[in-house]
């Protein structure tokens, strides 16, 4: 595709399910990263893949929180057993290498009720 | 933690005016970027300032990196409403395969 895609573009759960959201990066992009942003705050970095690195985790909040990047392409945000104060929009970022120019996702937004 | 801290929080300009934003960070850096954000969703990549750059120019922005300082700054010139929007500086760490780390923003308004 043109450009980094993420879905659901919004997701609703309740209060314990769990969730998981996709990001389809560039193809051939090397590096893909997840950040979170609550409302009117800055990028909360997760989570990061760098080809075929092991990812840095140093940003998961919790050990409810996993992601996999399978085939160095899509990434999946796993987020188990979810709190309201996970709600959220969820941002995915790939470049073409690292310590490059990163293009974003739309987001998905998540609401926890 | 937060790498990189914008200044101001908020600005608010008449179209027609300069705006400057600043960026602080705390460690060395391969390079520093500026991001665009309207309506919370993506972002958008404005401009890419190597370490071992100075100054760089884009249309209507400039940024500006002092690494003895740790700082930078983005100087949008002659500003219009479509330039109302946030504004993140993201730092990347000295390291081959380091993270890209975001500052907290700045909300800046441009006002007809």
């Known amino acids: 595709g043109a450009g980094v895609s993420q879905s659901p573009s919004n997701k609703v759960t309740e209060k314990g399910k769990d969730v998981e959201l996709r990001c389809d990066p560039i193809?051939?992009?090397?590096?893909l990263y997840w950040y979170r942003q609550s409302l009117g705050q800055g990028l909360e970095f997760l989570i990061y893949?760098?080809?075929?690195?092991?990812?840095?985790k140093s940003g998961l909040p919790s050990d409810r929180f996993s992601a996999e990047r399978t085939g160095g392409s899509v990434s999946t945000l796993t987020i188990q057993r979810t709190q309201q104060e996970d709600s959220a929009v969820y941002l995915c970022?790939?470049?073409?290498?690292?310590?490059?120019?990163?293009?974003f996702g739309q987001g998905t937004r998540l609401t926890v009720v | 933690s937060q790498q990189g801290e914008e200044d101001p929080q908020a600005l608010s300009i008449q179209e027609g005016e300069n705006a400057t934003m600043n960026c602080s960070y705390k460690t060395s850096i391969n390079n520093l970027q500026w991001y665009r954000q309207n309506s919370g969703r993506g972002l958008v990549h404005l401009i890419l300032?190597?370490?071992?750059?100075r100054e760089k120019h884009s249309g209507r922005l400039r940024v500006t990196l002092d690494t003895s300082k740790k700082s930078s700054s983005l100087l949008i010139t002659a500003s219009r409403a479509a330039d109302t929007a946030s504004y993140f500086c993201a730092t990347s760490p000295t390291g081959a395969n380091s993270k890209l780390t975001f500052g907290k923003g700045i909300t800046l308004s441009v006002r007809p």
């Open positions: 970022a790939s470049s073409l290498i690292a310590n490059t120019e990163a293009f």
């Open positions: 300032i190597r370490s071992n750059e």
């Open positions: 893949f760098q080809g075929n690195s092991a990812p840095d």
């Open positions: 193809s051939g992009h090397t590096a």
